[in-house]
């Protein structure tokens, strides 16, 4: 019989990598304009396989790369994507509204000769599901407010298309997660914790109660390549 301390082999993915200089929180949309020779083949790619890609955050180098910059590198953990919506307005020119669907954790990387990188990625396991408790309410009510002002901006594709699950801790940290404007490195530090609970209450600790304008959740412009 096997030994049941052998831990079970990882399911591991291999995804086309996008490095961003932003976060991607699951449940965000992101729209891009592409550019780059490498992402304008990936992007096709995923067209015919019916296929997403993952965003990760940056930590050296920059989105559109030169030659004599410094080599790309980025945090160990991102965010599948599926493809929303693209269009073509011009040759060389593809636009893509994607949408952050679950978190992995990079294995291993390689990168192709055309630039793309590729990772061996694990899925994580989805947040559980947790309550907002009483003493942050006030968090659930500001993002409500803050939602229902951005959902009135035009998009070709809704910002969050799914039920707002105000009074879910997963959901609500990574709204506030979304749109605050916090320093990078701060908001990867939340999107990388997988206590839903403990990442709603730093949010908290970084958010006045009530009545508080500097705090307010707002929408970040669009990242693009």
Same mark, same amino acid.
Not at 182 to 185: A, N, S, V
């Given at each position: 019989m096997p030994d049941r301390d052998t831990p079970a082999p990882k399911a591991l993915t291999e995804l &086309?990598?996008?490095?961003?200089?932003?976060?991607?929180f699951p449940g965000a949309l992101l729209p891009l304009q592409l550019f780059e020779l490498r992402y304008l083949q990936m992007i096709g790619e995923c067209e015919r396989q019916g296929s997403g890609f993952g965003v990760i955050t940056?930590?050296?180098g920059r989105e559109v790369h030169r030659p004599g910059q410094a080599a790309e590198q980025f945090e160990a953990m991102g965010t599948r994507v599926?493809?929303?919506r693209i269009e073509r307005p011009q040759p060389g020119l593809v636009m893509v509204w994607c949408r952050g669907v679950e978190k992995f954790r990079i294995e291993a990387t390689q990168q192709r000769s055309d630039g793309l990188w590729l990772g061996r990625?694990? &899925?994580?396991p989805p947040e559980p599901a947790v309550q907002v408790p009483?003493?942050?309410q006030h968090l659930s009510a500001q993002m409500h407010e803050a939602l229902t002002q951005l959902s009135q901006q035009p998009s070709v594709v809704p910002h969050w298309a799914e039920a707002w699950r105000l009074q879910d801790c997963s959901w609500l940290s990574n709204r506030w997660g979304e749109l605050l404007p916090? &320093?990078?490195?701060m908001k990867y530090r939340l999107f990388a914790l997988q206590e839903p609970l403990m990442r709603l209450e730093l949010v908290g600790d970084m958010v006045a109660p009530a009545g508080a304008t500097d705090q307010q959740p707002g929408r970040k412009p669009s990242a693009n390549s």
């Open positions: &086309p990598l996008f490095p961003l200089g932003t976060v991607l940056l930590s050296q599926q493809i929303e990625v694990e &899925p994580l009483e003493d942050l916090l &320093p990078l490195q």
